[in-house]
């Protein structure tokens, strides 16, 4: 892919300088933002900076293969595109451009519940790429069963359960930024996802998430009897929790903050 990179972008830095300077400021308050001071923001890019490799030497490397398989799904690569909302506050294809690049990198993408178009809509966008869908626990559990079996129907290979998010954080960036998002954020998954209420990640009054405080891990159950795609909990933070969603049926785990995004 790298051909196809615009003279002057060589690395993701620069991406993300450019795109620093066309984004609208609220937009970027948003998509760089986290919770509170971002003190666990920024722990987590301190952490990441002291990994390191242990290059091994003398080994055949003429030719290469970093492919793998992933819950019964194939991918050119051992990573996926991690869900995120709201592409459409950047571009106007929205997830649709997301979904056709990753169908051509031939890796795995993850599409959230608030999404700014429809997950049937991102389907038919790159109706080969591999895909798995995000979900929000909805308030009532009809509706969460719903959105799963839409998923499936659109022929997303696995659902991927946020359990870090209850209540949404503070962001106090956001909040300086000073410009409501709630008119330029579309959620294309229908009005069972929405509800018109001040939401604390958007600086206005307006679409807010459907969540629920109160679900517990029987929830974990109940899914497991909605759908036969697989299930992973994304924002597992403690080798309890991971055991104890492998216990419960989950095929894996997304060891998670949230990006440092909702608590800190």
Known sequence: MDDELQVGFSTLSDLEEAAAKKADRAAW??????????????????????????P??????????IGTTLLGTRTSAPFYVSPTASHGLVHPDAEAATARAASK?????????LSSISLED????????????????????????SLVERAEKAGFKAILLTVDMPVAGTRDRETQAGSPLASAITLGNGSEVVRPLRS???????AH?????SYTWDVIDRLRETTRL?????????????RRA???????????????????
């Open 200 to 206: 604390p990640n958007v600086n206005g009054d307006g």
């Open 209 to 213: 998430i459907r969540k629920e405080a």
């Open 122 to 145: 991102i389907a038919r966008a790159a109706p080969d790429g591999p895909r798995w869908f995000q979900l929000y626990l909805q308030p009532e559990f009809s509706a969460t069963r």
């Open 230 to 242: 697989p299930l992973v909990l994304k924002g597992i933070l403690t080798g309890e929790d991971a």
């Open 105 to 113: 990198a031939g890796i795995i993408a993850a599409f959230s519940t």
């Open 56 to 65: 091994r030497v003398l080994v055949n490397v003429e030719t290469l293969e």
């Open 246 to 264: 492998v216990d419960r049926g989950a095929r894996g785990v997304v060891v998670s903050n949230h990006g440092g995004r909702q608590l800190d």
């Open 29 to 54: 308050a948003y998509i760089q933002g986290g919770a509170g001071e971002e003190w666990t923001m920024r722990a987590n890019r301190e952490a990441f900076h002291r990994r390191t490799l242990r």
